[in-house]
């Protein structure tokens, strides 16, 4: 009986936590949602300073795009005159040490711009230095090792050629190695009309 009584009361007690977690998230979740669209935008702009608004092609994408399970969304980004800046591929991947969400923007068939939405790694600094030292993006004091030389870090794009034979040990390579399979994944992507 007195085994009963204390799981009875257990159970009760799990319930409430249960019923308290349930209210939060339903408070919470358009909130949460709110601000992953706002940061979605604040990453646009940051791409192209004279984005203005996109259109959606990710349905538009190609099947037979290399590692096309990992590209979860596909824009093509416009200025406020509807000239077309590039596109803009969401990629998300996993292994061992984390996950990795980044934003790829791709133009002519080069990488533009490389930007973290999300680095659950192990080594997430590590990771991040070596995005930032070795793709395009929204810091400009990069040094895009193998590309071109620590005097010159005015670069503009990378080729595909360019992120395959890029270097990938950096004191966390399966992260690096994660970034390079998702900058090819958007960069080697094909839309369809």
């Not at 669209?37 to 702009?45: A, F, G, L, S, V």
């Not at 533009?112 to 990771?127: D, P, Q």
């Not at 030389?149 to 992260?175: E, F, H, P, R």
């Amino acid at each position: 009986m007195k085994y009963l009584k204390t799981a009875s009361v257990l159970a009760v007690i799990s319930l409430i936590c249960a019923a308290i977690i349930a209210a939060f998230s339903l408070l919470t979740s358009q909130k949460i949602k709110d601000n992953s669209k706002q940061k979605e935008q604040e990453t646009y702009k940051v791409i192209y300073d004279d984005y203005s608004y996109s259109k959606d092609v990710t349905k538009n994408l190609s099947k037979e795009t290399l590692d096309y399970d990992l590209i979860e969304k596909a824009i093509i980004a416009y200025d406020v005159n509807d000239n077309e800046l590039g596109t803009i591929f969401t990629v998300t991947g996993k292994n061992s040490y984390g996950t990795i969400s980044l934003m790829v923007a791709v133009n002519d068939g080069n990488v533009y711009k490389v930007e973290f939405l999300a680095n659950t790694e192990s080594f997430a600094s590590k990771v991040n230095d070596y995005v930032k030292s070795n793709y395009p993006s929204s810091k400009t004091d990069a040094i895009y090792i193998g590309i071109n030389d620590s005097k010159s870090n005015d670069i503009d794009s990378l080729s595909i050629d360019n992120v395959s034979d890029m270097d990938t040990k950096c004191g966390a390579t399966y992260g690096a190695l994660l970034v390079k399979k998702l900058v090819l994944a958007a960069a080697s992507a094909e839309i369809l009309s």
